[in-house]
């Protein structure tokens, strides 16, 4: 689902170093491809939060080292879930998207 973003991570990630939250600009923890938004957890919350519509949004965690694309997905408030075939471990050839 989050495939085809990576080339904007880059754009994002110029300005300070790293990926920010669109909304408060606070370090990004995840992508949402439905907003097409970064956002970090707490205006997560607040956006997907808001209506059930929004509650149905799959959003891409971003790896917490170098903010790429993982394969770990939030569905909802706060749950969370891995991809099949995938183990949860950081090496880029095994949770990152390419």
């Given at each position: 689902?989050?495939?085809?973003?990576?080339?904007?991570?880059?754009?994002?990630?110029?300005?300070?170093?790293?990926?920010?939250?669109?909304?408060?600009?606070?370090?990004?923890?995840?992508?949402?491809?439905?907003?097409?938004?970064?956002?970090?957890?707490?205006?997560?919350q607040s956006v997907h939060g808001?209506?059930?519509?929004?509650?149905?949004h799959v959003r891409c965690l971003?790896?917490?080292?170098?903010?790429?694309?993982?394969?770990?997905?939030?569905?909802?408030?706060?749950?969370?879930?891995?991809?099949?075939?995938?183990?949860?471990?950081?090496?880029?050839?095994?949770?990152?998207?390419?």
């Amino acid at each position: 689902m989050c495939r085809g973003v990576e080339e904007e991570v880059i754009s994002v990630k110029a300005s300070k170093g790293f990926v920010c939250c669109e909304l408060c600009s606070s370090r990004a923890s995840l992508y949402c491809l439905a907003d097409d938004a970064y956002l970090c957890r707490k205006c997560d919350q607040s956006v997907h939060g808001a209506n059930c519509l929004a509650l149905r949004h799959v959003r891409c965690l971003l790896c917490k080292t170098c903010q790429n694309l993982t394969q770990r997905y939030v569905i909802g408030i706060s749950v969370e879930l891995l991809l099949r075939g995938t183990r949860p471990s950081h090496p880029p050839t095994e949770t990152h998207v390419r």
